[in-house]
T-cell receptor, first 113, second 118 residues
């Protein structure tokens, strides 16, 4: 069975500092990996995705993520965090039968001024 | 174009009542998904529709939950005899068909329906 682990439930960083959110997955085949962001009261917005090819993928809002097969990881990074980045971030893996996504538990990011 | 829409945005009901939640996917998207987001459980897959194929119901937590998709577009998730543990945000997502290159398109999510069962 596939699974996604986001080890950090909460992270607090200062505005302007760099950010790395961790994601580890378990999947029996080539994974399709996603990062979504959810602001309070909002749905999920796709930040970036990895299907194949270059293991460093660029997304919206200045985010990037690196796929490391040997570590079964897909960590999300941003060099300089803005106050508006405060939100909950979800890593997901797919597809499986039916193409639904399996999500990690989420990491809530707080940004200090 | 318009994104995925869901209604109502909030629903408060009494234990034992039935509720219906609606999802309007992005026009032209053939795949539709329902997920549930609850405290302590994260995001859970409920059911998946793809075109005219039989839906994948493997994520439905009990037979009180059902869903249909009419005309390959709008979907309704029905919860019968609601229980307090059904309280959650119900998210709908849609995606287009798998591309010829073998890629799966990403899922576009609606804002969700927050269900509270008293």
């Amino acid at each position: 069975a596939q699974s996604v682990t986001q080890p950090d439930i909460h992270i607090t960083v200062s505005e302007g500092a760099s950010l790395e959110l961790r994601c580890n997955y378990s999947y029996g085949a080539t994974p399709y990996l996603f990062w979504y962001v959810q602001s309070p009261g909002q749905g999920l917005q796709l930040l970036l995705k990895y299907f194949s090819g270059d293991t460093l993928v660029q997304g919206i809002k200045g985010f990037e993520a690196e796929f490391k097969r040997s570590q079964s990881s897909f960590n999300l990074r941003k060099p300089s965090v803005h106050w508006s980045d405060a939100a909950e971030y979800f890593c997901a893996v797919g597809p499986s039968a039916g193409n639904m996504l399996t999500f990690g538990g989420g990491t809530r990011l707080m940004v200090k001024p | 174009g318009a994104g995925v829409s869901q209604s109502p945005s909030n629903k408060v009901t009494e234990k034992g009542k039935d509720v219906e939640l609606r999802c309007d996917p992005i026009s032209g998207h053939t795949a539709l998904y329902w997920y549930r987001q609850s405290l302590g459980q994260g995001l859970e897959f409920l059911i998946y529709f793809q075109g005219n194929s039989a839906p994948d119901k493997s994520g439905l937590p009990s037979d009180r939950f059902s869903a249909e998709r009419t005309g390959g577009s709008v979907s309704t998730l029905t919860i019968q005899r609601t229980q307090q543990e059904d309280s959650a945000v119900y998210l709908c997502a849609s995606s287009s068909i798998r591309l010829a290159g073998g890629y799966i398109n990403e899922q576009f999510f609606g804002p969700g329906t927050r269900l509270t069962v008293l």
